[in-house]
């Protein structure tokens, strides 16, 4: 667009769960705009936004697509999120960069399993929403049920924009309740203005009776007209519905059936009239970089510059590709700006406006436009970009916490190194996925929010890297301590011809309260052991704590008191008594009782009030101890203690437990003993993965 300007932009993220049509939606949205010239379709992985070898074959959205539009000379910046919980990370991404949000439900199934999980982000990033009911041509489609179930499920009023005429094979129109005029679609998408049908008059009229209703709450003066008696216009109406809509104080919806293209243009107006523009949205809020201090920028191409990274792409066609929106000011390529986030400087290079895989070249971004640069070297995604001299920083993406870890390797050895570049890539392009390298456990944790994202991963790291990897189930960081003090001599003597080697200690081992750690005591008296052999005793039991006496676990909180011993002016040395130390730890904790301990961890789980009873018996079931519960909206939020080895996939299992409405988040506890049946069942698997190592 010639002088583009940010009234004339808009920035919709179009959002639901997987299988309502959302992509379907965006490409004949794009097709009628005439950006494509071929209307895509996810059967057949033709799609502009779906173009990934992993979205094409599975048929699904894996990653967040960017397309912008041109209707009634207004850009529209469509955001085509994920609909699997899985790739929950671009749902955040694309919302906290958009300016509304489209909520898309199908109409013959309403509310569904995973819509209330979408509908919580996108209340959670409290921007207005319009509600899209897809699938208007589709059997069972019913435009009044869908929207009932809407509001009864998610409390909130969801209310019509239009009506349609006919449902399923029928639907052919749509009534605009602002004007009470009825209109039957052509097959480009485009409608002609035709009679109201008779069978549909009485629900149309009612619908507008609500429309109305909301429209007067929502404007105090229309209120008054409106409760005086007084008729309110349509334009009266229309200014009634976008104040109500920009407050959030009802959800406007109107019927689409996107591959017969019926509705299409009715949404696309819709947009542009209905929908904020940055400015409307107001000032840019952030803070000073190491301070709670406020800034304001106003939405201006003329300002301060401020611009958030909010998604990078690195296939190997493209190069790394970062999306940004900027939100004051103006991008430039060739300048350098400032990473307010990283306290460095970024020079930008080129600029493009991006419709899928496809780039264009842009002359500059300016305030409220979306676009991408390549190559930024020192940023990334969720970084703030601004000027040096005005640095800001805008608030995060709030990526979700993981659900899910599974341990990732190689059975060639040589390839290690490329998993971890590889993986390093990925994490660029999805912040939500982490990589725990734990020498304990001499294994690299993958860590994500669901098993579909794991499958992705690696497929990926198979198609763009070359690495064949494989996954198994994390080890668990099990520890043994004591349950009774003893005293054990450690006596190291040998001799080897010429200079031997001596050392003597006598320890008592003493266990100490959960989660004390290790705590060494210098006894000694009268010289038995000299000073500068001290420290050496202390490093041979801290050696041999590394691995116990019962699985080879690590040793904790137990108290080593050093009370006696004896040396040879000769042939002792640090070494000696190091070994003598160690000698004393592993034979003195044979006899004190050791025990095995498992980590506990604290799981927080949010669930609809109809599964709480289901959650908390397999919680149960799980050796889970119940800590407490309390409301939260439409949620109970369950609080319980559970042992680490029970929950392994748990975000997969409580999601077919709850119809994927459930989540949950956990944290480390603490440790405690195992059950005398379980810890035997530990014992032996280690016995067996330790006299399999040896014979290997």
Known sequence: MKDLQPSNIRNIALCSPHGTGKTSLAESLLYRAKVTTRHGKVE?????????????????????????????????????????????????????????????????????????????????????????????????????????????????????????????????????????????????????EAPLPPEVEADAQKARGALVDAAAEADDALLEKFLGGGELSVEEVRRGVRSGFLNKSFVPALPVASYPMMGIDHVLDTFVWLLPSPV??????????????????????????????????????????????????????GKEVWNASAQRAEKIGQLFHVSGKERKDAPNLIAGDVGAAVKLRESHTGQTLCEKNFPILLRPIPFPHHELEVAIFVKNKADEEKMGSGLHKLREEDPTLHVHVDSSLHQTLLQATGDLQVDVIVEKLQRRFGVHVELAKPRIPYRETIRRSVSKQGRHKKQTGGRGQFGDVHVRLEPLKSGSGFEFVDEIVGGSVPRNYIPAVEKGIIEAMHEGVLAGYPVVDVRAALYDGSYHTVDSSEMAFKIAGSMAFKEGAKEAGPILLEPIVEVEVRVPKDFVGSVTGDLSSKRGKILGMGEEGRYEVIRAHVPQAELYKYSTHLRSLTQGRASHRTKFSHYEEIPREFAEKVVTQAKAEKEAMASA
């Open 280 to 333: 409307d949205c107001g000032p840019v809020t952030g803070v000073k970089p190491g301070t709670e201090e406020k800034v304001e920028l106003p939405v201006q191409p003329h300002g301060h510059l401020a611009a958030l990274i909010f998604k990078t792409s690195s296939e190997t066609h493209a190069g790394d590709l970062s999306m940004i929106r900027v939100f004051a000011g103006t991008l430039v390529p």
């Open 44 to 192: 057949e992985g033709t799609t502009a936004l779906d173009f990934s070898p992993e979205e094409i074959h599975r048929k699904i959205t894996v990653s967040l697509g960017v397309a912008p539009l041109e209707w009634r000379d207004t850009k529209v910046n469509l955001l085509d999120t994920p609909g699997y919980a899985d790739f929950v990370g671009d749902l955040v991404a694309g919302l906290r960069v958009a300016d509304a949000a489209a909520f898309c439900i199908k109409a013959s199934a309403g509310i569904e399993a995973g819509s209330e999980m979408v509908w919580d982000r996108v209340e959670e990033r409290g921007c207005p929403v319009i509600c899209l009911v897809t699938q208007m041509e589709k059997e069972h489609a019913a435009f009044a049920k869908a929207l009932d179930g809407a509001t009864s499920r998610l409390g909130k009023r969801f209310v019509p924009l239009a009506f349609p005429i006919g449902e399923g094979e029928k639907f052919r129109g749509l009534v605009d309740l602002l004007s009470m005029k009825g209109y039957l679609f052509e097959k480009d998408g485009s409608a002609k």
